[in-house]
């Protein structure tokens, strides 16, 4: 049964770190999509790629996040420097889109639970 | 620009009794449609999805949804509330083919579905 895995599932860090989230999407899945969710804002798209190129990264705060997909098979989410008003749940979720539309599912992986203090 | 509103933050039902979730969503082109579901400390799974054709959609779990174009409207409904139905449940619109957002989906602010005994 083929998932989306994140890494860390939990972290706890101190405003001012470095904190970097990963995921590996299913294999054969041309697309990766990172989302936060807090109680306020829901559910927030902050980047996706496809085929490993960034299509759109204007949900993330440009000075602080960064996003890659250094291969297929592991995406990264990265926080420098870290603030406390970044700590939520950060999930990741992949899916095979074909075309340029969007009838295809997207599968989440279980979500990074961050907090800094 | 796409847009979801999901009337009611939480519903609360009886075991046994209909559930109604509502969702309207806003689109300039034909939507796709997905309502997914969030238990306690996990991802988002798919309970449904509308792309074309057959406007009543079956889910997983006895859920199932309509959607009216005329309402713009995609409102999950299941017979029988389960107690295992307690969860969060979101309504996310895409664009369909033709469209240029590469799968992106655009989420609701969820509603918290809670079954009494």
């Known amino acids: 049964d083929a998932r989306v895995t994140q890494t860390p599932r939990d972290k706890v860090t101190e405003m001012g770190q470095e904190v970097t989230m990963r995921c590996q999407p299913i294999l054969g899945h041309n697309t990766v999509f990172w989302y936060r969710q807090t109680m306020m804002q829901g559910l927030e798209l902050l980047a996706y790629f496809r085929n490993r190129a960034p299509l759109d990264d204007s949900g993330m705060p440009k000075d602080r996040f960064s996003a890659e997909m250094p291969d297929a098979t592991l995406a990264t989410l990265k926080i420098q420097p870290s603030e406390p008003r970044d700590s939520a749940v950060y999930f990741c979720?992949?899916?095979?889109?074909?075309?340029?539309?969007?009838?295809?599912?997207?599968?989440f992986g279980p979500g990074t639970r961050l907090t800094v203090l | 620009a796409q847009s979801v509103t999901q009337l009611g933050s939480h519903v609360s039902v009886s075991e046994g009794a209909l559930v109604l979730l509502r969702c309207n969503y806003s689109?300039?082109?034909?939507?796709?449609l997905f309502w997914y579901v969030q238990y306690p400390n996990q991802g988002l799974q798919l309970l449904l999805k509308y792309t074309t054709g057959a406007t009543l959609v079956k889910g997983i779990n006895g859920f199932e949804a309509e959607f009216k174009k005329s309402e713009t409207s995609f409102h999950l409904t299941k017979p029988s509330a389960h107690m295992s139905d307690a969860a969060e449940y979101f309504c996310a619109v895409s664009e369909s083919a033709g469209g240029t957002s590469y799968g992106k989906l655009t989420f609701g602010q969820g509603t918290i579905l809670t079954v009494h005994p």
């Open positions: 979720a992949s899916g095979l889109v074909t075309g340029t539309g969007g009838a295809d599912t997207q599968y």
């Open positions: 689109s300039s082109v034909p939507p796709y």
